[in-house]
């Protein structure tokens, strides 16, 4: 086991994805925590705050800060975390990257590669074009080389991890049509964050099924910007979430058509998908024939995948669960940070 | 108010189709109920196998029978609800039909039309292919008429009545194309029947997301006859039920492309909906921009339509939502029981 | 059944309560609703506020008007039920009956006999103490000729009724030792009102059990008012609500000693209750042994009732359930002006 | 860290507690797992009996073994988990023993020092009498120098844990009157098995709030023992257990009364129980004013206490809360391992 200890330093931590992000930062060995910050929480300590890590020392010993780069900076953080909104991040990466700071983004801020994608989609001009070129997506097991050299990491959101992980091998091999991809995603409450909202209290989320933020959610933009690389063209597709009543996890279900260039569809999802993730310790294979299941990867940072073919309609099913909070935003995000300082890419992640 | 009172009986009631379907019975002013049967509750009154109904006369003086047509022709039954198992109910349909007893029938027996379709889905010949002639598919709002008039009723099940209702009114106006259709739907556990089966116990479903049963789950069956009916075409489609974490309600989400046939397609769906269900005091359309939640059917005979146009792909995206429980199963048989009897629709079934 | 229609009038209805009341108004044959008031969805029909209603033409006919004294006197309501915080409850009451409208108050204002003891829980002055002597305590099942012929009716808190009921006939009848009374109570969060409160979230709440409000919870102070007339002296009692992940219902354990002065202590409990509540349509006497269940009672106006004797230390332990929506606050107010208005007891409440 | 790696198997591993008790052993960084049995999965391998833990080595590369002692031992293994129902534990612990393999058993077999006691509350005479003198009831904030030298530690159960770790202290101190505790214990369902048992099903256990189990349940005998032990004198309480709808996570709710022997109550309880605890890593106390939440501990070993003192009656009120298969049984037992092979006590268990 590496002995190395990086200094880092989270902003913005108050919410579920920073808490998630804090949690397992407090048990990798190779981590120490300097700073974190909170506008509503600064002056109380990281276990007062959060009571699961009552009796981790750092926990009981590190305060909560005001934001302020200046302040993040005096801590000796190498690394910094940013749990932040979208359009707020930004601000925060410009100044710390200035510093020589390295930034892993878990907002939506630096994902997209065009500006005018990210005003469409988020309804605001993008705060800092200037960085966009700078920025890698953060999913490891397709940009790993690039994740490593970057100083600007932009952490991919949950929705898209779940949707591209069974997409890019597929589309890059060119096993399907494009513009037959249909996508119903099924999402715990804790995706809508950690906000006083008379719509997300339990009696009104509990014995609840619904669909909601069809069929432009903003997580399509980053979704289709991925997936139109790997098609090498244009990709649109229609995604459907659903708001469900669990705390954690995302399920999703992707149909689609086989574009016929392939022999039996199945075997060639198969050799596809296992060699595209041969190497990679957090991608599940579960093989035809199999459903995924959260319930199997909630606090891990795996992500499984299986499918059937319905031969009825000649269609490609394929199923993904993964941890919205985990490998759809904070163990993911850890999973870049390990890359980016030559650690191990499991270091602290290893968790069933 | 009618003041007609008719006699029924419920033959295998104690699963959880038949206790809902009883709930509502004890509550229907025109009902008597006269006989309810279980091989594993005999001799139990109803109040003791169903807590829920301590206090209601009827629950605490009738006692469950062993199932026999004699029997429950006996009790003076005019109706009688069969909430078995497919393969078993037919048995009971045959000797009840016999006797001049009409029959609502709340399994698969009687809701093909071909017996081949039977095999090929439920894994055993028909067990009484001479009448399905003879048996009506229980859906109201699409065949009120031969409903009034049968004397074997088959009532649909529950993801049917939720992919039907959206559907069937805007493959008759020729609005969609039929083989572009895919569906996902999510399900309360409580459509898996009362059963000791350790992957039904609580902790094995809660906090779990899952895709099962498809490509081919035996509902398709059902729900291909009456589509292709509809487009006067055979009819091929993509099913994904889903296993959700709460105790009942279905929703829906049907991904379509329009023919091309009409103008606006939201105001073609809003036209041919709202104009099929005129008439239709449980078909609630939500209109565009809205989707059904189950949280507000539940417990009631109510079917929720709401759609959005995904202009970037040109496809329809349907939402509906009902209790698989209620205008899934037992409140829809009772709605087929009061056109059967000469009732208003709605007696005893305006529940909110 | 009654042919009489009683106009009535909802104040302050767009919570829980109000929610559960109204679901209830709208099916009760002798109810025509004629007004409901909300500051904040003012404007808005019932049936948008409350999508659950959508189809019962009260809800699409009837809008949220702002609360005034003056407009709901013109609307022609005899009886008005105030679902309104604590405080605010008094001033609305006061106005009614100055114009000889009946009032059912589902707040704590005029549930305690004592200013001094509402400014003791409540932490503010009695807003109204000239009208205490006028306002009878709503537990029908002891209270139902004062609260026939009152115009001020106090409904009791959720708690209290689930502690009440099985605890006043057996202290009336000298079976316990006051000071030996402890209880602790499970509620679902709907108790907590539909508030945008980041403590309320479902992923705050769910999968999570814990106590909260001890030692002096506000209810405690109508509770041991209760327990004390029944008692024939003051009785203080040790209570601990919990906030459980359910939406609605409330258990129940009650631990106490038998004063002796009985024989069997559970043959006595038997024979007490049952007496007690001989003419009562919604409490169920389990009987010994049994444990009651809130699943079973939930949307209903049944409070279930049962106990075990723990001969090992001497101790009865009594269990009760009840809907706290229902039995808890909305049906049990329904129930009071069932009898305020001459209407049998159980009109629009028969529900299972 | 010890690089110190120790071979151990798991007995009957199929059930909730074996698979907790696995998930953290795959983890531990001191353990080798070469054995695990399960008559039912004899054959798979654990990855395909848990899936959750694909992707860890030796899930995919161990197998289900029939049990017996003769292959167990073969195996290697110098402890033994034993993760089997009362009464067939003892039996395995025997041929162990003989071989001189040391077993920490998760059953009820080894935890009553007295024969008569174990019939009386277990309906059967005890299996192996011979061995209570050698068991070491595996409570490690308690018993930590006897575990360290124990061949056999019978480690406890989950509502026992929940009620000792806070009373024991107490009681040594007399601090409290014994005859006055009483007890409300709200209990996760997987606490009731992984089995195939119909009134486990999501839908009977859902939305659902029951005591059950009173007033003799199983785990009072160990209590009591343990109780009488630290009180030096016989005590008797009232428990009652109850069903909750969560996964996980027992929260326990105690009144008791003051010996009166002490100050300030609320200052003794805190000096006492800080005292007792200061060396404990996963007693976690809260302090008075706070009532401890299952959410923040379960998937954890700790167990956090705190307390409120109710002047109106002169009670004291704690509030424990602690994972029934974390600190109540899987993690708590790997404390007990640490304890014998001289590791130290939060190796493979500082988990937040």
């Known amino acids: 086991m590496s002995e190395e200890v990086i200094k880092i330093a989270v902003i913005g ?3 579920y994805t920073g808490q998630e992000l804090i949690r397992l930062l407090v048990m990798h060995q190779n981590v120490e925590i300097v700073g974190v910050t909170s506008r509503q929480e600064a002056g109380r300590s990281l276990s007062e705050v959060f009571p699961r890590l009552r009796g981790a020392r750092v926990a009981e010993e590190l305060t909560f800060m005001h934001p302020s780069i200046d302040a993040i900076a005096d801590t000796g953080a190498s690394v910094v975390f940013l749990a932040l909104p979208h359009g707020v991040a930004s601000e925060f990466a410009i100044g710390l990257l200035d510093k020589g700071i390295r930034v892993i983004d878990l907002s939506a801020d630096f994902r997209l590669r065009s500006p005018e994608i ?4 988020y309804d605001q001009p993008h705060p800092a074009p200037e960085l966009l070129d700078r920025a890698v997506y953060g999913l490891p097991e397709t ?18 991890t779940s949707i ?7 589309l890059k091999a060119n096993l399907l049509k494009p513009a037959s991809i249909v996508v119903s995603s099924l999402s715990g409450v804790s995706g809508a964050g950690k906000k006083a909202d008379a719509s997300l209290i339990f009696a009104e989320v509990n014995e609840s099924l619904r669909a909601y933020g069809a069929p432009k959610h903003r997580h399509l933009s980053e979704i289709e910007q991925e997936l139109s ?4 063209e244009t990709v649109r597709i229609s995604f459907v979430p659903h708001l469900m009543p669990i705390t954690a996890g995302i399920a999703t279900t992707i149909f689609c058509a086989p574009s016929g260039d392939g022999g039996d569809i199945s075997l060639e999802v198969a050799r596809v998908l296992e060699k595209a993730y041969s190497e990679s310790a ?3 294979i579960l093989g035809e024939g199999n459903f995924a299941d959260t319930k199997h990867v909630v606090r891990t940072n795996f992500i499984d995948i299986g499918w059937v073919v319905d031969s009825r309609t000649g269609r490609l099913i394929l199923s993904s669960a ?12 850890i999973q870049s940070f390990n890359l980016m300082c030559g650690l191990p890419e499991e270091s602290g992640l290893m968790n069933f």
Do not use: H, M
């Open 118 to 121: 990210y005003e469409e989609f």
């Open 229 to 232: 690389i790997a098609a090498g």
């Open 322 to 333: 993964e941890d919205n909070l985990g490998k759809g935003a904070g163990s993911q995000a």
């Open 13 to 15: 931590a108050s919410g």
């Open 164 to 170: 591209l992980t069974p997409l890019l091998p597929l």
């Open 282 to 284: 957090f991608v599940r």
């Open 143 to 160: 940009y790993s080389e690039e994740i490593a050299s970057a100083d600007l990491v932009a952490s991919p959101g949950c929705y898209p």
